[in-house]
DNA sequence: CCAATATGCAGGTATCTTACTGCATGTCAA
DNA sequence: TTGACATGCAGTAAGATACCTGCATATTGG
């Protein structure tokens, strides 16, 4: 996985509400998601493309159509590398902090 | 929180770095942060400073010394806003995806 | 106090990002 | 086949970002 990708694709409004509105319904088309977007299509595509690259969603052209698809599975990794790691040592942070502070006081 | 602070605070590699060297050892100054790093002192106090308006950081005066100490909070509710809900429809999500190549077929 | 140290702040520039317009290609249905 | 529809691709301008240099401020130890 490309960490970099997932996190930069993540990083912009609009590729994370299209993530949402594929939550909701899942294998929606380029046009679909593009209703009631104040964003013109190729911009929405230029989004797609990056959460494509990030492997966030896959596409399934369908005739004329493309269909998009969310892929969970960097999110989880992320998860595993990022989130887990700071909320596993969440206590004893603190607790080193709070021991620095009194340090200082001495 | 402000989901976009943190998402975009995320963005960047070195940022990551700065927060992994801090997971390492908890409450390094600027200087020590610095130490080994191919980039400039006021480079690395401005990615700090994203970081800390992103709340992902807390930081404590003592004399001339920064002390810069991780806080996980934003990143467990990143975690709880978006990785458990897409991790939850996993398994619907590639069944829809079956199901709609399925369709496709016929 | 003074020199060394640690950090803060201002600004400049090259690059990346975002959203746009305009046109091209491919597919369906009559 | 042809007109309508769905998407692809190229180029551009405005804004954000990241890194730098240069100088200012604040703290410590002798």
Request: hydrophobic share 35%.
């Amino acid at each position: 996985m490309d960490d970099d990708k997932v996190f930069k694709a993540l990083a912009d409004p609009n590729r994370r509400m299209l993530l949402d509105r594929l939550c909701e319904r899942n294998g929606q088309t380029l046009g679909q998601l593009c209703d009631g977007i104040d964003m013109k299509r190729q911009s929405v595509t230029q989004h797609l493309g990056l959460l494509e690259q990030a492997n966030l969603i896959s596409t399934v052209r369908r005739g004329r159509e493309k269909l998009h698809y969310i892929n969970p599975v960097p999110l989880y990794e992320v998860y595993e590398r990022w989130i887990r790691k700071f909320e596993e040592s969440r206590l004893s942070l603190l607790h080193d902090l709070k021991q620095e502070l009194e340090g200082k006081e001495r």
